[in-house]
């Protein structure tokens, strides 16, 4: 026996989906669906980690990060799309997660730090435990590949190691109760059965870290406060093209290899938002546009941008007049997603020893 190949990732339901999350993550998830089984979440147990947002807004947020799924080609027959707060295995694996890792660990977290800010006393606790609850996200399912962008790196280093505190600590209980699978890569740190997979991030391509338009060194994220900063996926035509238009540049021309974008972020970043848009390599968009000038290549950008996002910004525009096929989508993709992820559950509460008197 082995773990059976099982992709799972996620989009918090917090303000608008931008280029970010449609290049580095949801459009990189549309492939996956033919090459394993898939599991997209929209996880709105993390969305309420840095505030409480407004409960209507929630709501809407939700069925908007859908209807993006939907519209960028994640199949709702293919795989399973629901909201993480309708399968309790999330919240119930997250806090034995909780008492898996350890406080330093936590703190190590960059994101934490940053979203935390100076007044980390003041965070809630929520937001300190966030990646226990995103490896619980993804054990709960036994996933075996993630796919997302650069900033989740280190929350899924830390699922590694939960996974491996786990597999280690109850190596005993995983041999005796017979639930284990031979380790597929054995090594001197691990039992030779895991009950958890060590799960492989899938971080690849031309855009794993977008940069914000106004500043080339900064994340494209949903919380600048400057809205020029980011294409979000319910812009119009002439908002992506204004903003592409007035995105921050250096005066020289583009060079005609990657290595000549060393040090110029916002160029590098432009180049990258293009080749993955075109689904070409950077070298490929420079052997095209080396020597070219800015005021020649931000319009074939601007093109390329408009073409690829309005159909599905028309198609999330339709949804929005149909909340109901989107909760019925939601809801047959919560029953999948709880009947995988039970079985995985009561296998751990045997393990751990909870008495089981049901
Ligand atoms: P979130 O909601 O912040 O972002 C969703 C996805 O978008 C990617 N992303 C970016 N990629 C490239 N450039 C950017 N500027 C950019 N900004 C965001 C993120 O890497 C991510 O893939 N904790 C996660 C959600 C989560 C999750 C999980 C993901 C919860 N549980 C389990 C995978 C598996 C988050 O807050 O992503």
Same mark, same amino acid.
């Given at each position: 026996?082995?773990?059976?190949?099982?992709?799972?990732?996620?989009?918090?339901?917090?303000?608008?989906?931008?280029?970010?999350?449609?290049?580095?993550?949801?459009?990189?998830?549309?492939?996956?669906?033919?090459?394993?089984?898939?599991?997209?979440?929209?996880?709105?147990?993390?969305?309420?980690?840095?505030?409480?947002?407004?409960?209507?807004?929630?709501?809407?947020?939700?069925?908007?990060?859908?209807?993006?799924?939907?519209?960028?080609?994640?199949?709702?027959?293919?795989?399973?799309?629901?909201?993480?707060?309708?399968?309790?295995?999330?919240?119930?694996?997250?806090?034995?997660?909780?008492?898996?890792?350890?406080?330093?660990?936590?703190?190590?977290?960059?994101?934490?730090?940053?979203?935390?800010?100076?007044?980390?006393?003041?965070?809630?606790?929520?937001?300190?435990?966030?990646?226990?609850?995103?490896?619980?996200?993804?054990?709960?399912?036994?996933?075996?590949?993630?796919?997302?962008?650069?900033?989740?790196?280190?929350?899924?280093?830390?699922?590694?190691?939960?996974?491996?505190?786990?597999?280690?600590?109850?190596?005993?209980?995983?041999?005796?109760?017979?639930?284990?699978?031979?380790?597929?890569? =054995?090594?001197?740190?691990?039992?030779?059965?895991?009950?958890? @997979?060590?799960?492989?991030?899938?971080?690849?391509?031309?855009?794993?870290?977008?940069?914000?338009?106004?500043?080339?060194?900064?994340?494209?994220?949903?919380?600048? @406060?400057?809205?020029?900063?980011?294409?979000?996926?319910?812009?119009?035509?002439?908002?992506?093209?204004?903003?592409?238009?007035?995105?921050?540049?250096?005066?020289?021309?583009?060079?005609?290899?990657?290595?000549?974008?060393?040090?110029? =972020?916002?160029?590098?970043?432009?180049?990258?938002?293009?080749?993955?848009?075109?689904?070409?390599?950077?070298?490929?968009?420079?052997?095209?546009?080396?020597?070219?000038?800015?005021?020649?290549?931000?319009?074939?950008?601007?093109?390329?941008?408009?073409?690829?996002?309005?159909?599905?910004?028309?198609?999330?525009?339709?949804?929005?007049?149909?909340?109901?096929?989107?909760?019925?989508?939601?809801?047959?993709?919560?029953?999948?997603?709880?009947?995988?992820?039970?079985?995985?559950?009561?296998?751990?509460?045997?393990?751990?020893?909870?008495?089981?008197?049901?």
């Amino acid at each position: 026996m082995t773990f059976r190949s099982r992709a799972f990732s996620g989009v918090q339901p917090t303000g608008n989906l931008h280029l970010g999350n449609y290049l580095g993550a949801v459009s990189r998830w549309v492939p996956v669906q033919d090459q394993m089984e898939t599991i997209f979440c929209v996880v709105d147990l993390h969305a309420i980690t840095a505030s409480f947002p407004d409960p209507g807004e929630l709501q809407a947020a939700t069925r908007e990060v859908t209807a993006a799924y939907i519209a960028a080609g994640i199949d709702p027959k293919k795989s399973i799309i629901f909201n993480q707060s309708q399968v309790p295995a999330h919240s119930e694996l997250a806090w034995i997660f909780n008492c898996v890792a350890r406080i330093g660990w936590m703190n190590r977290m960059t994101q934490f730090k940053d979203k935390a800010g100076k007044n980390r006393e003041n965070a809630s606790l929520g937001l300190l435990a966030y990646p226990s609850l995103m490896a619980a996200d993804i054990l709960a399912y036994k996933a075996t590949h993630v796919p997302v962008g650069d900033d989740q790196k280190q929350h899924l280093e830390l699922t590694r190691d939960i996974a491996a505190k786990f597999n280690n600590d109850f190596a005993a209980q995983v041999k005796e109760l017979g639930v284990g699978v031979p380790n597929p890569t =054995p090594s001197p740190e691990l039992p030779e059965e895991l009950f958890f @997979p060590m799960t492989e991030p899938m971080i690849a391509g031309p855009a794993t870290r977008i940069m914000s338009l106004r500043d080339g060194t900064k994340k494209m994220s949903k919380s600048d @406060p400057s809205d020029l900063s980011r294409i979000n996926l319910i812009d119009d035509e002439d908002t992506i093209s204004k903003k592409i238009r007035k995105a921050k540049t250096d005066p020289e021309a583009l060079p005609s290899e990657v290595d000549g974008l060393a040090g110029r =972020p916002e160029a590098g970043n432009l180049v990258g938002i293009y080749a993955a848009l075109a689904e070409k390599t950077k070298d490929e968009v420079l052997q095209e546009f080396g020597g070219r000038q800015f005021s020649e290549f931000k319009p074939a950008l601007a093109d390329l941008a408009v073409a690829k996002l309005t159909p599905m910004t028309s198609e999330m525009r339709r949804y929005k007049e149909e909340p109901a096929e989107i909760d019925s989508i939601l809801k047959d993709g919560a029953e999948r997603a709880a009947a995988i992820a039970e079985p995985i559950l009561k296998d751990v509460r045997k393990i751990i020893g909870f008495l089981d008197v049901r």
